[in-house]
């Protein structure tokens, strides 16, 4: 064992401090009200993949929110790069987070002179590799996905309470994942995750207007179709297409592509990764250890 810990470097406001010292206040109002937004973005074999995809959602969120971020493109792009430098790394997960910043104990914004920002970018532990041939069980769940009309899904904002919800009722299933429907019984998504559905060759995922957020892994999958010759497409999926799919999968940042087999005690398809499924993990592995910018 090592004879001292080394703690990780946080980027804070313009500054590197040592993760105990990298604190904020207790009136931020990321932390009162959940008001900010994030991202939570990977690095392969050193170099951080879809940056520019990510900054244009931070970006977009942010306005959605009316938060003007007080760093520009290129200064938040090299701040993420040297976060990753700063600590050695040449894999990992890097979580970016911008908060309305400190404000008094009301909820106006206008209170708040200056966001907060702070990345951090650590090493993750995976899922297990497991999950990528024996594929998540799954439930579908009470919470329904927030109205566009309530909190756009669109917005990667720090109020995920209605994912957690959602994430917590999974767990009482013994679900790996729990799937959201919307306000109309559609499917909207997974709480951290988009999904998709294989039917004859065709691949299916639902609307960013059904309640899902606009995924950068979910946005690569389009490309992605493309390279293994299938067709995508956007359409309003209910519970019975998945239980009837030849395929699931999910992506995101975290899961990466990873297949469902299982969905409300239905086995889906071969019940383990199918066919198609593992030509999209493969394409997507082989982007992620080839493509990205260069963090060294
Ligand atoms: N839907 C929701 C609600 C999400 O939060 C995705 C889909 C997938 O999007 P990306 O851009 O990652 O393809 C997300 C991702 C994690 C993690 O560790 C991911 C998210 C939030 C918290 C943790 O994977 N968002």
Same mark, same amino acid.
């Given at each position: 064992?090592?004879?001292?810990?080394?703690?990780?470097?946080?980027?804070?406001?313009?500054?590197?401090?040592?993760?105990?010292?990298?604190? #904020?206040?207790?009136?931020?109002?990321?932390?009162?009200?959940?008001?900010?937004?994030?991202?939570?973005?990977?690095?392969?074999?050193?170099?951080?993949?879809?940056?520019? @995809?990510?900054?244009?959602?931070?970006?977009?969120?942010?306005?959605?929110?009316?938060?003007?971020?007080?760093?520009?493109?290129?200064?938040?792009?090299?701040?993420?790069?040297?976060?990753?430098?700063?600590?050695?790394?040449?894999?990992?997960?890097?979580?970016? #987070?911008?908060?309305?910043?400190?404000?008094?104990?009301?909820?106006?914004?206008?209170?708040?002179?200056?966001?907060?920002?702070?990345?951090?970018?650590?090493?993750?532990?995976?899922?297990?590799?497991?999950?990528?041939?024996?594929?998540?069980?799954?439930?579908?769940?009470?919470?329904?996905?927030?109205?566009?009309? $309530?909190?756009?899904?669109?917005?990667?904002?720090?109020?995920?309470?209605?994912?957690?919800?959602?994430?917590?009722?999974?767990?009482?299933?013994?679900?790996?994942?729990?799937?959201?429907?919307?306000?109309?019984?559609?499917?909207?998504?997974?709480? $951290?995750?988009?999904?998709?559905?294989?039917?004859?060759?065709?691949?299916?995922?639902?609307?960013?207007?059904?309640?899902?957020?606009?995924?950068?892994?979910?946005?690569?999958?389009?490309?992605?179709?493309? @390279?293994?010759?299938?067709?995508?497409?956007?359409?309003?999926?209910?519970?019975?297409?998945?239980?009837?799919?030849?395929?699931?999968?999910?992506?995101?940042?975290?899961? @990466? #592509?990873?297949?469902?087999?299982?969905?409300?005690?239905?086995?889906?398809?071969?019940?383990?990764?199918?066919?198609?499924?593992?030509?999209?993990?493969?394409?997507?592995?082989?982007?992620?250890?080839?493509?990205?910018?260069?963090?060294?």
């Amino acid at each position: 064992m090592a004879l001292f810990m080394q703690h990780l470097k946080i980027y804070l406001d313009g500054a590197f401090v040592a993760e105990p010292d990298a604190k #904020v206040s207790v009136f931020d109002h990321g932390l009162l009200y959940g008001d900010g937004v994030f991202e939570g973005i990977r690095f392969y074999n050193g170099r951080v993949f879809l940056l520019e @995809e990510h900054l244009d959602r931070l970006y977009d969120s942010a306005k959605a929110i009316l938060l003007t971020v007080p760093l520009d493109r290129d200064a938040m792009r090299e701040a993420v790069l040297e976060t990753c430098r700063q600590n050695g790394l040449r894999d990992g997960y890097i979580r970016l #987070v911008i908060t309305r910043g400190k404000g008094d104990l009301g909820l106006n914004p206008n209170k708040c002179s200056k966001p907060t920002i702070f990345i951090i970018a650590a090493s993750i532990e995976l899922y297990p590799e497991k999950y990528y041939t024996e594929g998540l069980r799954v439930n579908t769940v009470p919470t329904q996905r927030i109205s566009p009309a $309530a909190l756009s899904p669109a917005i990667k904002s720090l109020n995920y309470l209605n994912n957690i919800l959602a994430k917590i009722e999974g767990n009482l299933y013994g679900a790996q994942e729990s799937i959201m429907l919307n306000q109309q019984g559609y499917v909207a998504e997974c709480t $951290a995750d988009n999904l998709f559905v294989i039917k004859k060759g065709k691949v299916f995922t639902p609307h960013i207007s059904d309640g899902a957020l606009g995924g950068i892994t979910r946005r690569l999958m389009f490309d992605l179709a493309v @390279e293994t010759g299938h067709e995508l497409r956007e359409a309003n999926l209910t519970r019975y297409d998945l239980f009837v799919a030849d395929e699931l999968f999910a992506t995101g940042t975290g899961a @990466e #592509v990873v297949p469902i087999s299982e969905v409300d005690g239905r086995k889906i398809g071969p019940g383990r990764v199918g066919p198609v499924t593992e030509k999209f993990i493969a394409a997507f592995r082989h982007k992620t250890q080839n493509t990205g910018v260069p963090i060294y």
